[in-house]
T-cell receptor, first 114, second 115 residues
Framework: KNQVEQSPQSLIILEGKNCTLQ??????????LRWYKQDTGRGPVSLTI?????NTKSNGRYTATLDADTKQSSLHITASQLSDSASYIC?????????????FGRGTQLTVWP | EADIYQTPRYLVIGTGKKITLECSQT?????MYWYQQDPGMELHLIHY???????EKGDLSSESTVSRIRTEHFPLTLESARPSHTSQYLC??????????????FGPGTRLLVL
């Protein structure tokens, strides 16, 4: 069964600290993995997208890694800011063609305290 | 910034009413999607379209219907709203041109409350 599991479910950190969010998936065949940030009451916004051949991708203070062999990904946030408080969703696509579909994780709820 | 819009943003309506949630995008994307998301839960695909006059049901059974008469618009209709339809509805679009990347762009969502 194709699944995307994220951990932790929720995380509280102090402003300025770093944190790492985890994503494990069983989706096959694999096309790409995406990390989204979703602010409360808003739609998700794409942070990174990685294909099979990419191991890491950065977007400002966000760095995503991908290990396609172990089917694991992580999202590292550096020097956290209050505005980083949001839900971070891991999404895996099983194909690159028009037949591709997306599998969503439940997200990690990150809270950054001053 | 994504050019995808949803209206209304919030809707409170009584049981049995017919409602239409609007979604439009100005990016020329062929693919459009409707998701349902309850608080703290994952997104569930309820409808999708790969182009004009193309609509398919998603993974989550839904009593809603959609239409795709124009590339830009992908409205979702509930013929008779029920309290179980209370949720957040997210519209998304994606280019089928691989050179433009495969990122899905999401609208701001419509929060629906059925009394």
């Amino acid at each position: 069964k194709n699944q995307v599991e994220q951990s932790p479910q929720s995380l509280i950190i102090l402003e300025g600290k770093n944190c790492t969010l985890q994503c494990n998936y069983t989706v096959s065949p694999f096309s790409n993995l995406r990390w989204y940030k979703q602010d409360t009451g808003r739609g998700p916004v794409s942070l990174t997208i990685m294909t099979f051949s990419e191991n890491t991708k950065s977007n400002g203070r966000y760095t995503a890694t991908l290990d396609a062999d172990t089917k694991q990904s992580s999202l590292h946030i550096t020097a956290s800011q209050l505005s980083d408080s949001a839900s971070y969703i891991c999404v895996v696509s099983d194909r690159g063609s028009t037949l591709g579909r997306l599998y969503f994780g439940r997200g990690t709820q990150l809270t950054v305290w001053p | 910034e994504a050019d995808i819009y949803q209206t209304p943003r919030y809707l409170v309506i009584g049981t049995g009413k017919k409602i239409t949630l609007e979604c439009s995008q100005t990016m020329g994307h062929d693919k459009m999607y409707w998701y349902q998301q309850d608080p703290g839960m994952e997104l569930h695909l309820i409808h999708y379209s790969y182009g004009v006059n193309s609509t398919e049901k998603g993974d989550l059974s839904s009593e809603s219907t959609v239409s795709r008469i124009r590339t830009e618009h992908f409205p979702l209709t509930l013929e008779s709203a029920r309290p179980s339809h209370t949720s957040q509805y997210l519209c998304a679009s994606e280019s089928s041109d691989l050179n433009r990347g495969e990122t899905q762009y999401f609208g701001p969502g419509t929060r629906l409350l059925v009394l």
